[in-house]
């Protein structure tokens, strides 16, 4: 994968779930599956960089088949070693180009990991491998920041994004490139921890082509899982896509 393998690997694996706690609330949680579910009807579910497992364990307990996919070893031994994995196939692989076997009436990638595709041609392939994995009337869901832009003056390109007791971080934009450079700080038994990320940004309506390309096209657009009204002032989307 184009994502830079080297940044979701043991130093992060190790911390992720930590670092993410407010992600795992179930109050953030709870909606997402309960979205995804509806979606995924009575078929598989195949999510996109399923990580330490956040989406996909609850998933499973409902009783659902769910696979994942994910270009790194490391996060996916967290997974294994959490209660009910047994129940979720996992394979170490490119969400823009790995091939499960199955069939699946959801596809999803959440949390604004398409980002991590750093390449335009990436993002597009990795559209195309989600219709190519679901039958008619099947569903790809992705949920991903609007990039803010708007907070930054002409010429202005540096973005503080997080400042508190436990560190800081900052985002870089291009906006030729769309390429988005980040830094996170953390501060661990006194040392500063640095942890640099590369992402390319991409607006909604980007997505939308993305998936025309692929045969697909939008269903709903929301400003997140409980489904409020999408706006221009909303920070985040999740888009639902349907493959006719």
């Not at 939008?218 to 920070?235: D, K, M, Y």
């Amino acid at each position: 994968m184009e994502s830079g393998e080297g940044y979701f690997g043991e130093p992060v694996a190790a911390t992720y779930d930590e670092y993410s706690a407010s992600m795992f609330d179930s109050a953030v949680v709870g909606p997402a599956v309960g979205t995804l579910a509806e979606f995924a009807g009575d078929g598989g579910a195949l999510e996109f960089a399923i990580g330490t497992g956040r989406i996909a364990l609850p998933l499973a307990e409902r009783g659902m088949h769910v696979v994942g996919i994910d270009n790194s070893r490391e996060m996916l031994a967290r997974l294994r070693e959490k209660p009910g994995a047994e129940r979720i196939e996992t394979v170490v692989g490119d969400m823009a180009a790995t091939r499960v076997d199955g069939d699946f009436s959801l596809v999803y990638l959440v949390f604004n990991t398409i980002f991590n595709l750093t390449t335009q041609d990436g993002q597009v392939a990795c559209f195309e491998n989600a219709a190519a994995h679901l039958g008619s009337g099947g569903r790809f869901v992705i949920e991903a920041r609007v990039p803010e832009l708007q907070r930054l003056p002409l010429g202005q390109t540096v973005l503080p994004w997080r400042a508190d007791p436990s560190g800081m971080s900052y985002y870089v934009y291009d906006v030729v490139t769309q390429r988005l450079s980040g830094q996170h700080y953390y501060f661990e038994d006194g040392a500063l921890r640095p942890s640099p990320i590369e992402l390319r940004y991409a607006w909604p309506a980007e997505f939308d082509l993305m998936a025309r390309l692929a045969g697909m096209r939008l269903e709903h657009r929301w400003a997140g899982w409980s489904r409020e009204p999408f706006t221009g002032l909303s920070p985040s989307h999740v888009s639902v896509y349907e493959r006719p």
